[in-house]
């Protein structure tokens, strides 16, 4: 049974696109459809956190607003950060789901027991998930990654 989801943003929870406003700030477009199923899965009792390569108010805001359990950011290796995790809440990896799009989130293979990669993920990262799923990523990724937990568990 999963018992963590740890998803990447860019590109997952948003199209991968970044938007600079005047300022130099930021922006990203997150999907509504995620944060409906995110609180889904939380209230299945599955924990829900961010490891990002990017550091972003958008995403924090974001995080916040929806409760995600841990976000950090500004990440170079995601599978430190996860064994980091694991260790100290005690979590075997085959109870942790990973979900990426590019190749920096490989590294998360080492660490995690699911590993899925959003539809328009790079060849890398598909060859190396357990699923590919049908969704890109900004497009509601996290309403097919609950309908697979149902089907999983």
Not at 90 to 110: H, T
Not at 114 to 142: C, H, P, Q, S, Y
């Amino acid at each position: 049974m999963i018992q963590w989801i740890i998803s990447d943003c860019d590109g997952v929870l948003t199209d991968g696109r970044l938007y600079y406003d005047q300022e130099g700030e930021v922006l990203k477009v997150f999907n509504v459809k995620d944060g409906t199923a995110i609180k889904a899965i939380k209230a299945l009792g599955i924990k829900f956190g961010v490891i990002s390569g990017r550091s972003s108010k958008a995403l924090q805001k974001r995080s916040d607003e929806l409760g995600f359990d841990f976000c950090y950011m500004g990440v170079v290796n995601k599978a430190a950060v996860i064994s980091e995790l694991r260790r100290e809440h005690q979590i075997p990896k085959n109870k942790i789901l990973f979900v990426g799009d590019d190749v920096n989130d490989c590294s998360a293979r080492e660490e995690c027991g699911l590993l899925f990669a959003v539809n328009d993920a790079t060849e890398e990262l598909k060859e190396i998930a357990d699923i590919t799923l049908r969704t890109k990523g900004g497009l509601g990724v996290f309403q097919e990654v609950l309908k697979k937990i149902h089907e999983h568990q």
